[in-house]
């Protein structure tokens, strides 16, 4: 059947190859002057004296009758008149089950330098969302592992959650206890812009060994062309749509959103895009819908996505965020006071929600949540009066109730690293503890 449907294609296969020459290099853009392509095609830029070295670039736009490509692996030794080859598609990239436990670049080559396991099949890196009428009704718990999340921001299988910190408040060590104590089938953890010793940072003392065993990483460090953060982004969304499409619950992890957002912006600025909201270009705005909606569920299987945003300042306010909160699921807010007093995970619970929550939890749980949300809303709002001494015992039994409860919840709330502890366990824990019958 294989070989006859090859056979059917040969009439319609071009017998040319299309090349075209370079004919200038500004800033992060390769102008050439040919080959006949479209926008998001492949093409192969021969460098070197013999033209023994090929640059991958990817075709990003137009001016006049020159193609504006931005490379892949960098600009170097790229001289006018070097020949550019269209190969007539997308970017791909090589997935399968021998994937796993692999750590993988922006184009799918293994960043260890050997060779990928074979039996792997090729994957465009860019695909739809799934259609809106196909997509399956969140109603399964996915167990976390993380007490906070799975009690009071308890999250479905296919759900987008988004993880708003500020630098250094503990979004990687979340996200390594997201990866090692969740019940996914399969993790699909994006490193997009990182700081190149945090990989094996992240790797090593965050992730561990049994953590990577079940876990796909993708790695697109900091230093790297602004084009190869994108597709480290759209790289291990599809690794992630291939393990959904063989009917898995899939953990997919991106740290982070927001460098996606100012590669991006790169591109944007440097093919002439007009820049706008903070010196975000349009493109922005357009692409973050693309690459997170393609998360989520669809016939077959789910992908949980946990996608980190940079919030400078802690501003929640500023472009991206407010970009993504308005097209995900749910948000976690990690408040950089509560690291302070120790305090991890530091999620700020009066900040944070799960838009699912109440679809996948019965009544008797989300009243209990709710309890414990209103007595550390209580206690916030009289945390100076009582710091000071000014308030007394007696004069609102409201402020009482939270005063005494609130040693308890913040135990509750805390969690080490390397503590297991399943849904089930947390919701139990939770009503045991504040239930009205537990106070």
């Given at each position: 059947?294989?070989?006859?449907?090859?056979?059917?294609?040969?009439?319609?296969?071009?017998?040319?190859?299309?090349?075209?020459?370079?004919a200038?290099?500004?800033g992060l853009?390769?102008?050439?002057?040919?080959?006949?392509?479209?926008?998001?095609e492949?093409?192969?830029?021969?460098v070197?004296?013999?033209d023994?070295?090929?640059v991958?670039a990817?075709?990003?736009g137009?001016?006049?009758?020159?193609?504006?490509?931005m490379?892949?692996?960098?600009?170097?030794?790229?001289?006018?008149?070097?020949?550019?080859?269209?190969?007539?598609?997308?970017?791909?990239?090589?997935?399968?089950?021998?994937?796993?436990g692999?750590?993988?670049?922006?184009?799918?080559?293994?960043?260890?330098?050997?060779e990928?396991?074979?039996?792997?099949t090729?994957?465009?890196?860019?695909?739809?969302?799934?259609?809106?009428?196909?997509?399956?009704?969140?109603?399964d718990?996915?167990?976390?592992?993380?007490?906070?999340?799975?009690?009071?921001?308890?999250?479905?299988?296919?759900q987008?959650?988004?993880?708003?910190a500020?630098?250094?408040?503990g979004?990687?060590?979340?996200?390594?206890m997201?990866a090692?104590?969740?019940?996914?089938?399969?993790?699909v953890?994006?490193?997009?812009?990182?700081?190149?010793?945090?990989?094996?940072d992240?790797?090593?003392r965050?992730?561990?060994?049994?953590?990577l065993?079940n876990?796909?990483?993708?790695?697109?460090?900091?230093?790297?062309p602004?084009?190869?953060?994108i597709?480290?982004?759209?790289?291990?969304t599809?690794?992630?749509?291939?393990?959904?499409?063989?009917?898995l619950?899939?953990?997919?992890?991106?740290?982070?959103?927001?460098?996606?957002?100012?590669?991006?912006?790169?591109?944007?600025?440097?093919i002439g895009?007009p820049?706008?909201?903070k010196?975000y270009t349009p493109?922005?705005?357009?692409?973050l819908?693309?690459?997170l909606?393609?998360?989520g569920?669809?016939v077959?299987?789910?992908?949980?996505?946990?996608?980190?945003?940079?919030?400078?300042?802690?501003?929640m306010?500023e472009?991206?965020?407010?970009?993504?909160?308005?097209?995900?699921?749910?948000?976690?807010?990690?408040?950089?006071?509560?690291?302070?007093?120790?305090?991890?995970?530091?999620?700020?619970?009066?900040?944070?929600?799960?838009?699912?929550m109440?679809?996948?939890?019965?009544?008797?749980?989300?009243?209990?949540?709710?309890?414990v949300?209103?007595?550390?809303s209580?206690?916030?709002?009289?945390?100076?009066l009582?710091?000071?001494?000014?308030?007394?015992?007696?004069?609102?039994?409201?402020?009482?109730?939270?005063?005494?409860?609130?040693?308890?919840?913040?135990?509750?709330?805390k969690?080490s690293?390397?503590e297991?502890?399943?849904?089930?366990?947390s919701?139990e824990q939770l009503?045991?503890?504040?239930?009205?019958?537990?106070?």
């Open positions: 059947m294989k070989a006859k449907s090859l056979i059917e294609k040969v009439p319609i296969i071009s017998p040319y190859k299309w090349y075209g020459k370079v200038r290099v500004v853009t390769i102008e050439a002057k040919g080959p006949q392509a479209s926008i998001g492949l093409c192969l830029i021969y070197g004296k013999a023994q070295s090929l991958k990817e075709v990003v137009f001016r006049d009758e020159h193609i504006l490509l490379p892949l692996d960098g600009t170097l030794d790229i001289s006018p008149g070097s020949l550019v080859e269209a190969t007539g598609k997308p970017l791909e990239v090589k997935v399968g089950f021998g994937l796993i692999q750590i993988i670049d922006g184009c799918g080559e293994p960043l260890n330098g050997k990928l396991p074979k039996g792997l090729p994957f465009p890196t860019e695909n739809r969302p799934p259609n809106p009428l196909d997509r399956p009704r969140i109603t718990k996915m167990s976390l592992g993380v007490r906070a999340i799975d009690s009071l921001f308890t999250v479905g299988k296919g987008r959650i988004g993880i708003f500020g630098s250094g408040v979004k990687s060590t979340l996200l390594a997201l090692k104590n969740s019940a996914a089938d399969i993790n953890i994006a490193l997009i812009g990182e700081r190149g010793r945090e990989v094996k992240f790797i090593e965050d992730l561990g060994e049994d953590g065993k876990t796909v990483l993708v790695v697109a460090t900091s230093d790297q602004a084009l190869m953060r597709k480290g982004a759209m790289t291990a599809a690794v992630a749509e291939y393990f959904r499409k063989q009917g619950n899939v953990n997919l992890m991106m740290d982070s959103v927001t460098r996606f957002a100012m590669a991006q912006r790169e591109v944007g600025l440097a895009e820049p706008t909201t010196g493109s922005v705005f357009a692409m819908p693309k690459l909606e393609r998360s569920t669809d077959h299987g789910s992908i949980t996505a946990f996608y980190t945003v940079l919030v400078d300042g802690d501003d306010n472009p991206i965020a407010d970009a993504v909160r308005g097209i995900l699921d749910g948000h976690l807010v990690l408040d950089r006071k509560l690291a302070n007093k120790g305090q991890f995970p530091a999620i700020n619970v009066l900040r944070s929600i799960s838009r699912v109440t679809d996948i939890t019965n009544e008797s749980h989300r009243q209990v949540a709710e309890i949300r209103t007595l550390l209580t206690y916030y709002d009289s945390e100076d009582i710091n000071i001494g000014a308030y007394k015992r007696g004069s609102s039994r409201e402020i009482d109730e939270a005063i005494q409860a609130y040693p308890k919840i913040i135990a509750f709330l969690q690293t390397d297991k502890v399943t849904l089930e366990e919701v009503i045991q503890e504040f239930g009205r019958g537990g106070q």
